[in-house]
């Protein structure tokens, strides 16, 4: 096979492109690269956060921890309303235009996100602070007082819309196209 072809074959499926589309498709990657940088950043932190307050919920009660437990019961639970968010797609992209379900989507979720934040905040939570001297290993004391199993079920709801959008980010590039085949690939 001919290298030269291979490059020349691409650069005329790039000239298929209007430049509205060109712009179109660089904004779509350019909002995908970002929300997939949040979303990791959140899932990570999250999964931080219930590791830590489980850990700390279990030495101020002197039990054994089960922090793992509850843990892979958060991400199974937030795996599987992502598949319940998937399913809703297809009834909700019917009904409306599929730009105006990702845009509620990505809100839904950036409310779930920050209601963990208000919640932590309204309770006593603050920042970690650069200078904290912990007394003990898991000196926790900046974390706001709620119980931490509230965190599943905002897990979840984020979850449902995570799930939303990853489908979503599938038919936008027809919606950005059209139906051309030639464009699609």
């Not at 179109?24 to 979303?39: A, H, R, S, V």
């Not at 039990?63 to 599987?80: C, P």
């Not at 449902?160 to 936008?172: F, K, Q």
Request: proline fraction near 3%; hydrophobic fraction near 40%; glycine fraction near 8%.
């Amino acid at each position: 096979m001919n290298i030269n072809h291979g490059k020349t074959e691409k650069k005329n499926i790039w000239n298929l492109f209007s430049g509205k589309e060109k712009r179109n498709i660089f904004i779509y990657m350019l909002g995908i690269m970002l929300y997939k940088f949040g979303l990791e950043a959140f899932n990570g932190s999250i999964v931080s956060l219930a590791t830590n307050r489980y850990d700390r919920d279990a030495l101020h009660s002197g039990s054994t921890a089960r922090t793992f437990e509850k843990v892979g019961l958060l991400v199974g639970v937030n795996q599987a309303c992502q598949c319940i968010g998937s399913i809703l797609i297809a009834p909700l992209i019917k009904r409306w235009s599929t730009r105006t379900v990702l845009s509620i989507s990505i809100f839904l979720f950036a409310l779930f996100t920050a209601l963990l934040m208000i919640i932590d905040a309204v309770t006593g939570g603050k920042i970690k602070p650069k200078n904290l001297h912990p007394m003990y290993e898991h000196s926790y004391s900046y974390y706001g007082n709620y119980p931490t199993n509230l965190i599943i079920p905002i897990y979840c709801l984020t979850g449902i819309a995570y799930g939303m959008v990853e489908l979503i980010r599938r038919i936008i590039p027809q919606d950005i196209v059209g139906s051309d085949e030639e464009k699609l690939k």
